[in-house]
């Protein structure tokens, strides 16, 4: 039997990672106007692979399409921020109440080694960002529940568009680091009622400072 040729990655997907990470970096700025025929010159590609590719940032929510006047980066309002924190609150303190009732003790030990590591981080904003985004990931990894992973890795784009995140105010972080103890503490105890509690204080923190 021959062996599978798999397919490159098609050109618009990568063209739609490309301009996620602008979005990400404030280089496309929240309501700001997509020039498209610019950025297909600045890639050396036509309009269609581009158009594929907003089409898929318009599908996760971080790219909205206005009739007859193009694509915009999407702002966030206070009430779709609050509507966000609302969803991964339920989908990620439920995920975590199963992590502590069936993760092995290998599996809780990886959160932990995660937990320390961004304990260690404080100091570098940019590799907590990524540890801390890790660790409610792999929450969600361990639950089992690809729907839910999903939806969570969907919804925490849209979380990344607000102009004033959570963990740049003042303090956050050492509360952020606070709330994470807790929970991994919640967790090592198996205790899933109590780790449901403190995902869902650690989410309805994040959103009074992120308000």
């Given at each position: ?28 700025e ?8 610019k ?17 898929v ?7 909205t ?6 694509a915009y ?6 009430k ?15 995920a ?44 969600l ?8 992973e999903?939806?969570v ?11 004033h ?9 050492e ?37």
């Amino acid at each position: 039997m021959p062996a599978l040729s798999l397919a490159p990655r098609a050109l618009y997907e990568e063209v739609a990672e490309l301009l996620r990470q602008r979005i990400f970096r404030r280089e496309l700025e929240p309501g700001s106007w997509i020039d498209e025929l610019k950025i297909a010159e600045e890639y050396g590609i036509s309009r269609t692979p581009l158009r594929e590719a907003l089409k898929v940032l318009a599908a996760e929510g971080l790219v909205t399409m206005k009739m007859r006047r193009g694509a915009y980066v999407t702002e966030v309002s206070e009430k779709d921020l609050a509507d966000v924190y609302h969803l991964l609150s339920l989908l990620e303190s439920d995920a975590a109440g199963v992590v502590a009732e069936r993760a092995s003790d290998e599996e809780l030990a990886s959160l932990q080694a995660l937990h320390n590591e961004l304990e260690a981080a404080v100091a570098d904003r940019d590799r907590f960002f990524a540890l801390n985004e890790q660790f409610h990931m792999r929450v969600l990894e361990l639950a089992r529940n690809r729907w839910r992973e999903q939806m969570v890795a969907d919804l925490r784009k849209v979380m990344k568009l607000n102009r004033h995140n959570s963990l740049l105010k003042s303090g956050r972080v050492e509360e952020s680091l606070a709330e994470h103890r807790a929970i991994v503490a919640a967790l090592v105890q198996r205790n899933p009622a109590l780790t449901v509690q403190r995902m869902q204080e650690h989410f309805q923190s994040g959103l009074e400072a992120a308000a």
